[in-house]
């Protein structure tokens, strides 16, 4: 079997998963994790700081989002760019779907678990308002964006899980229009 760090990782959050569902997560230990991943515990820790993390990968994401929005086109507004770095990040949500799914079930019934992922959305949140600062945005119109391009891709994310017929780039565009016409006036 391929002894590779992604491949490692995956096959521990899948293993976390499929524990997770079948005996919860407080009944389900970091060894017994690692014992079906096929890996040591300290191969394990290795990999996450405890078995939470096994669900919401902070790290990584926050490393791509950084080098996404400094990679966005110059000529894109603030709102503009944490879009644009948010689709270019799709394929990394397209592979991980798959696990995403199963641990949004684990998360919605375990309450320390829902108080963490309020954590990383705040966590994720100033990693972009600190990215677009980077690019020169002012702190509290950055704020802004950050604040908003989360609502815009959890509103995306949440139209592609119910209907991912649609590539999720497109579930992106089409959040992003949305939000375009609530600042429009109401016909009369």
């Known amino acids: 079997m391929p002894r590779?760090?992604?491949?490692v990782r995956r096959r521990m959050r899948e293993a976390a998963l499929e524990l997770f569902l079948e005996k919860g997560y407080d009944g389900t230990t970091a060894a017994?994790?690692?014992?079906?991943?096929?890996?040591?515990?300290?191969?394990?820790?290795?990999?996450?700081?405890?078995?939470?993390?096994?669900?919401?990968?902070?790290?990584?994401?926050h490393a791509r989002l950084d080098a996404a929005i400094a990679e966005a086109p110059p000529r894109l507004g603030p709102l503009e760019a944490v879009v644009?770095?948010?689709?270019?990040?799709a394929p990394m949500f397209e592979e991980n779907r798959p696990l995403a799914e199963p641990g949004r079930a684990v998360i919605a019934q375990t309450p320390a678990l829902q108080e963490r992922q309020l954590a990383k959305t705040a966590s994720?949140?100033?990693?972009?308002?600190e990215a677009?600062?980077?690019?020169?945005?002012?702190?509290?119109?950055?704020?802004?964006?950050?604040?908003?391009?989360?609502?815009?891709t959890g509103h995306a994310l949440q139209a592609w899980v119910q209907d991912p017929s649609l590539p999720l780039v497109e579930h992106f565009e089409q959040a992003f229009q949305a939000l375009k016409q609530l600042s429009k006036p109401a016909p009369r």
């Open 4 to 7: 590779d760090r992604g491949n």
């Open 32 to 61: 017994e994790i690692a014992a079906r991943a096929g890996v040591t515990e300290r191969t394990f820790f290795r990999h996450f700081p405890d078995k939470r993390e096994v669900l919401f990968n902070e790290a990584e994401l």
């Open 84 to 89: 644009w770095a948010f689709q270019s990040l």
């Open 124 to 129: 994720i949140t100033r990693a972009i308002t």
């Open 132 to 152: 677009l600062q980077r690019r020169k945005i002012e702190p509290a119109l950055a704020g802004l964006a950050a604040v908003t391009g989360m609502a815009v």
